[in-house]
């Protein structure tokens, strides 16, 4: 999809909006990374139905099963080096389930062993004004990693992009190798603040921040 005039707006006008500590001091990109061991293939996804933007429920059978953890509500923008708001991007997330375990056809389905509830895998795209926004639970470490969520974006403008979102302040990320080899003036594009839910939302955090793209 190409991208529209209603993208043609300053950062400002997202700033306003999306007040985000990586917004307002740079505007680099999300630091590049590959998919790695468990991105679930478009062909093993296919065999399902259930990939929306909410990770948090799960319909199988009749049933629905709701994730373990503390639901996080995600939620920003896709924004592009230029200032220019993203409309029609592809945004997908995954991550480990509470008892850190991938939804992954290389990963064992057996019973009590991973977190029914949970998707694993969300996709959403971006609104007239570049916004996003997931269900899903706030990470949890994964052995040899500090807790993450996987993103990757793709639009006609800039192609595709894969990166991962942290915890901001997480005292694993210190320890994270990935974490250690980015560059300190593009960590805050990719430390997500977390808050506090709003009372009713059944959200235990909220976080919003800005996805930065190559113009």
Sequence with gaps: MQRSRRTLLVASTLAAALPLPALASSRRILTPMTDGPFYPARAWRERWTDWDADLTRVERE???LVAQGEHLGLEGAVVD??????????????????????????????????????????????????????????????????PHIHVKLRHASFGEL?????????????????????????????????????????????ARHALVVPA
């Design 162 to 206: 894969t990166s991962q979102l942290f915890l901001a302040g997480d005292p694993g990320n210190e320890r994270d190798f990935l974490w250690r080899r980015v560059p300190d003036e593009d960590r805050p594009g990719l430390a997500m603040a977390l808050r506090p839910g709003a009372a009713g939302s059944g959200l235990a955090w909220q």
């Design 62 to 64: 009749g049933r629905v």
């Design 81 to 146: 080096t230029a200032g220019r708001l993203v409309d029609g991007a592809d945004v997908e997330i995954w991550q480990c389930d509470a008892m850190a375990v991938y939804r992954h056809p290389r990963v064992s389905a057996e019973a009590g062993r991973f977190d029914p509830g949970f998707q694993g895998f969300g996709a959403a795209t971006s609104g007239p004004r570049g916004e996003f926004r997931f269900r899903t639970i706030k990470p949890v470490p994964y052995p040899g990693r500090t």
